[in-house]
């Protein structure tokens, strides 16, 4: 149905459908109060494909085998407010806990430190950690960092790979932070390309890919996240994180978020952070 | 350990700020009774009281924010839903397991304000200072 006012309006029952899939796709579970959301941000889209309705739309979705579609769909619900330095306490217990501590259970060596930004958005997080590791006073050149960015938006993926932030939102970055890594230009400030080229950003889903990584990591943030799953796909991830990490390390979780009712082998540290003994 | 509550967390709008402090003040509250190991049942109606004011508080501020033509309301809104959530789980939690005033709790619950009042509500800071 077209209305003049809504544009292509979803009834409770195509909300219905699109719920499910997104939650088979993602593990993202959408509330009520989301139906709304999705009708605005998929209006353009359907009109641009010369759909009428979202049961056609969900139809072009399900039958898509490249899965192009399926992709433009979790990014259109999979949104979040970022910014450089957000709780800025997981960044103060980098700096003061996590990375001395990790120097010291490294001093043999392998000489890495191995940080995942595991849901990066448009890339303020990975680059706030970049900063406040080359920013470390303790962090000399033997060591090297390897600085992982995955999110399952690849449209953000693409924003937080150029590096560009409009002037207007960087207001929680410290003048010199800013001097130091950006250019500003034309209202924009654009990250240096040699510390861009520092993070290693990737397409990743968090709920159906089976974790590939060789080397354990010292530190994972996780964050605003978990808040869209359910309690069984919140433990399955914890675990998978669990068995990624190196023991000592530690694991930061949005502000929201607690893992109070997830059961779960890691050591509550301070709200939002867990270490793994 | 209380949560330190001074000026950075004014938001520009006085009813707000005296919302965020009365929400404060019974967290302290809540942590005085998880420090000595209190009552069970004073705990609850603590928590209770907690959720009350904080869906008061959160619908008055939504509303405000709607009438300013706030940008991000949609992402405000869902960090108040998903704290609301997690208050829900946690007293339902409390209430079947008979679990005693907790630590952790409060220290979430600290934290929680700490980051929303002092980052997320500081974004719309600028459509109180006209």
């Given amino acids: ?277 | 350990m209380k949560l330190d509550w001074g000026d950075k967390y004014k938001v520009g709008h006085q009813p707000f700020d005296n919302q965020h402090l009365a929400m404060v003040e019974l967290i302290w509250r809540m942590t005085e009774l998880a420090e000595k190991d209190g009552e069970k049942n004073a705990w609850l109606a603590l928590l209770d009281e907690l959720i009350s004011l904080a869906l008061e508080h959160f619908s008055e501020e939504e509303a405000e924010l709607e009438k300013r033509g706030y940008s991000e309301l949609l992402e405000h809104q869902d960090e108040h839903r998903n704290l609301l959530n997690e208050l829900l789980e946690i007293r339902g939690r409390q209430e079947k397991e008979g679990s005693q005033p907790s630590l952790e709790v409060t220290e979430f619950l600290a934290n929680w304000m700490a980051v929303h009042v002092g980052e997320t509500d500081g974004r719309y800071r600028r459509l109180f200072n006209k």
């Fill in chain 1, 1 to 277: 149905m077209d209305d003049k006012y809504f544009g292509i309006v979803i009834s409770d029952r195509e909300f219905e459908t699109f719920r499910e899939l997104i939650y088979q796709e993602s593990g993202i579970r959408l509330r009520d109060n989301k139906k709304d959301l999705l009708r605005q941000r998929l209006n353009k889209r359907i009109r641009a494909l010369g759909l009428k309705t979202f049961s056609e739309y969900y139809k072009l979705v399900d039958e898509d085998r490249s899965r192009k579609e399926l992709t433009e769909l979790i990014d259109a619900v999979s949104t979040n407010v970022t910014s450089f330095f957000r709780e800025i306490k997981h960044f103060e217990f980098l700096t003061g806990k996590a990375i001395p501590e990790t120097l010291k259970r490294k001093k043999e060596g392998p000489f890495e430190l191995r940080v995942w930004s595991a849901a990066c958005s448009t890339g303020e997080e990975p680059y706030s950690m970049l900063f406040t590791l080359l920013e470390h006073e303790e962090i000399n050149s033997k060591w090297k960092i390897k600085l992982l960015a995955t999110d399952i938006s690849t449209k953000v993926l693409q924003r937080a790979m150029r590096g560009g932030y409009p002037a207007t939102k960087m207001d929680s970055l410290p003048g010199d932070l800013l001097k130091r890594y950006f250019d500003l230009k034309d209202d924009e400030y654009i990250l240096k390309p040699k510390f861009r080229e520092m993070v290693n950003f990737r397409w990743f889903n968090l709920i159906t890919a089976r974790f590939p990584f060789k080397h354990k990591f010292d530190i994972i943030f996780c964050r605003n996240v978990m808040i869209y799953f359910d309690k069984h796909t919140r433990e399955e991830l914890v675990r998978k994180f669990t068995g990624a990490m190196a023991p000592g390390s530690y694991l930061c979780i949005g502000h929201s978020e607690s893992l109070a009712n997830t059961s779960h082998e890691l050591k509550y540290v301070q709200p939002t952070i867990y270490q793994k003994p």
